[in-house]
């Protein structure tokens, strides 16, 4: 759908009138479920000796519900949000207590800035555990503190200002490559970049590296289209709760670690300390406080933990921002011509920031209450596990007018709040990467943008797909290119 076509004008029409025509429509994406029409009130949270009432019980049936919480996270959070307001629980078989989800800023608010003693992550208990094992992901408390201090500097503003010309190379490599005519999966074309990227900013890998380091960038693409398949469901299903890997990923894992193994072993061999700047040399050189190295398995999980959380939520991002420009032609002229002169005026940021609002790749977080806590009138027991809806929250008219509304407009001139916009989750576990995903997806947005011209492929909307704790979308960001400049 390369022309215009009325088509066009009949989405822009129907999305931006969604909350008022809700009724004819079954699914969150195509703009179903708004959060209600409360005022925004300040809402009590933290920890607290106060009697209080438990939040309310959605749906029955740990099995039920458990099942359908992992087919489709969006569609329960919305659910429950729209029967109990703010906060609810649900019964499920990953926990013996139930599991509560609130979806209000000042509840996200006080999880995030409670400390990591009161409310660490959950992170150590979801499905990327078996893969990465022990890292900063994975980890808590005092160890978790001494990993992140350990990785951040490679990660702060000025460090990635060293990226930036590896991102546009990648980026321009990668559109050199389209043809008009053509039909892409963006989502797939921007992991080429964010691959590439990540991959020389961690182990100091690009295109022309030797025999090993290509083994392990084959290795890497091998099992994450492994991780795409149906088997790959079942396997993750089976290690659900475990921290070892099962089945299919134990196969997966064990060739990609031969391959990770062998080029750490051959940077050890040559390492000259302080010769190289990616993250793998920073990390021979580094010491703990009893001045202990790290050993090769540390290494390994360390690696991949930023290898996989910091290149598919990034391209997947790039897929939802075009999934919804496509649709949304008005939005999407603007960020071409914005794209097309040197002061951009803000706008490509602000789609950044719009698309990850309506689309976060990581729907929910989790945390776990080391006391009991309040949420609003509800009090939930010390040790359960609190999921933030990430989804729900940004969905709420009460912060955003108008919330299923693509509106990039929404955020020009406009910093996001902390505790309102949360893609990049908060506090003392907020995304290592997000400095480097934002400036990988303003450069290929702007580039995507400058350069071509984009349309959709369908005009219904795509559906959010869940794979491991992402959501992604289902067609891959699907477009046709209509044109291509040099
Ligand atoms: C658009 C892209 C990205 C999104 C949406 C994203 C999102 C997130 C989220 C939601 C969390 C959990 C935060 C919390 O629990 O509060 C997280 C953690 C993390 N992310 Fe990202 N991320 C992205 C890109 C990256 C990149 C590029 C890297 C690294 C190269 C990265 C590395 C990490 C690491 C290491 C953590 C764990 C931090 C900790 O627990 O201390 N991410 N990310």
């Given at each position: ?12 029409m ?36 106060e ?25 329960a959070?919305f ?24 979806s ?81 999966r ?6 080429q ?16 590296s ?20 149906p ?50 040399s920073l990390?021979?050189?580094a ?73 976060p790749?990581?729907p ?9 806590w309040?949420?609003?009138d ?5 040790g ?57 997806m ?33 067609r ?11």
């Amino acid at each position: 759908m390369c022309a215009p076509s009325p088509l066009d004008s009949v989405v822009v029409m129907t999305t931006s009138t969604a909350a008022s025509t809700s009724e004819h429509r079954r699914h969150w994406w195509e703009g179903a479920t708004p959060t209600g029409s409360r005022e925004f009130e300040p809402s009590p949270a933290g920890p607290t000796d106060e009697p209080g009432a438990a939040p309310p019980l959605h749906g029955s049936g740990p099995l039920l519900q458990t099942v359908r919480f992992a087919r489709d996270q969006g569609r329960a959070l919305f659910e429950g949000v729209r029967r109990h307001g703010d906060v609810f629980r649900i019964d499920t078989l990953l926990e013996k207590r139930p599991l509560v989800i609130t979806s209000h800023p000042d509840h996200v608010k006080s999880l995030f800035t409670a400390g990591p003693s009161l409310a660490p992550s959950t992170a150590g208990q979801s499905q990327l555990r078996p893969i990465v094992g022990e890292s900063v992901l994975t980890v808590t408390g005092a160890r978790h503190r001494r990993q992140r201090k350990l990785l951040m500097p490679p990660f702060h503003g000025k460090a990635i200002a060293r990226y930036r010309e590896q991102i546009l190379e990648a980026t321009t490599r990668e559109i050199d490559g389209w043809q008009a005519g053509s039909r892409l999966r963006l989502a797939d074309s921007a992991q080429q970049v964010t691959l590439d990227v990540i991959m020389s900013g961690v182990f100091g890998i690009d295109y022309r590296s030797g025999e090993s380091e290509q083994l392990l960038r084959k290795r890497i693409r091998q099992l994450l289209a492994l991780s795409a398949s149906p088997l790959a469901r079942v396997s993750e299903l089976m290690a659900m709760r475990r921290s070892q890997p099962v089945g299919l990923q134990k196969w997966g894992l064990a060739h990609l670690d031969r391959a990770i193994l062998a080029v750490i072993a051959e940077r050890r061999s040559a390492h000259v300390p302080g010769e190289r700047h990616d993250i793998l040399s920073l990390l021979l050189d580094a010491r703990d406080d009893e001045g202990e190295a790290l050993t090769d398995a540390e290494l390994r999980n360390e690696l991949l933990t930023l290898v996989l959380a910091g290149h598919e939520t990034t391209a997947n991002s790039i897929g939802w921002a075009f999934e919804r420009l496509v649709r949304h032609p008005e939005a999407y002229g603007r960020l071409r011509d914005a794209a097309r002169t040197d002061d951009d005026g803000g706008y490509v940021d602000a789609t950044i920031h719009e698309s990850m609002r309506v689309r976060p790749v990581i729907p929910v977080l989790g945390r776990r209450v080391m006391a009991n806590w309040r949420f609003g009138d509800a009090v939930v027991t010390e040790g359960s596990r609190v999921l933030i809806g990430v989804l729900t929250l940004h969905h709420r008219d009460d912060v955003y007018a108008d919330p299923f509304r693509f509106d990039p407009d929404r955020f020009v001139g406009v910093k996001p709040g902390s505790s309102t916009w949360i893609p990049f989750g908060g506090g003392d576990r907020r995304c290592l990467g997000a400095t480097l995903a934002m400036e990988e997806m303003r450069i290929l947005t702007r580039e995507i943008a400058r350069r071509t011209d984009l349309g959709a492929i369908a005009s219904s909307p795509e559906r959010p797909v869940h794979r491991n704790v992402t959501m992604i979308p289902g067609r891959g960001g699907a477009v046709e290119v209509c044109s291509v400049t040099p």
